[in-house]
């Protein structure tokens, strides 16, 4: 079984780098952030350069505050001293950042 599932999530990895990005929009929705966080990782993890995803960006996401949301995603990930993270890992790390920075700022009660 366990074969199965590695095999199947191995499946979508590498098939992930050939699906184009959809066009979509942020609004600080932190599971938004967090697929695009992801797309990003499989990007740096396939080779893609700063500049290819910065253009791809710019190509998918039309709303100025969306561009600088995936913009400020690929600065962070690409960073020179930045860990590379599997798209998975990508994923969750801005999720969650995502969640504790509205919870911040949510007003309290």
């Not at 740096?44 to 290819?52: D, G, L, S, V």
């Not at 798209?87 to 509205?102: G, I, L, R, V």
Request: net charge positive; aromatic share 6%.
């Amino acid at each position: 079984m366990k074969r199965v599932v590695v095999s199947a999530v191995l499946a979508v990895c590498l098939a992930q780098p050939a699906v184009e990005a959809v066009a979509q929009t942020v609004n600080n929705q932190c599971f938004a952030i967090g697929d695009i966080a992801g797309q990003v990782a499989s990007w740096r993890a396939h080779k893609k350069t700063k500049e290819q995803a910065l253009a791809q960006a710019a190509k998918y996401y039309n709303n100025e505050s969306d561009r600088q949301a995936v913009s400020g995603i690929i600065e962070k990930i690409y960073r020179p001293d930045a860990p590379h993270m599997t798209p998975d890992q990508a994923s969750m790390a801005f999720t969650s950042d995502c969640a504790k920075q509205q919870k911040s700022q949510a007003p309290t009660q």
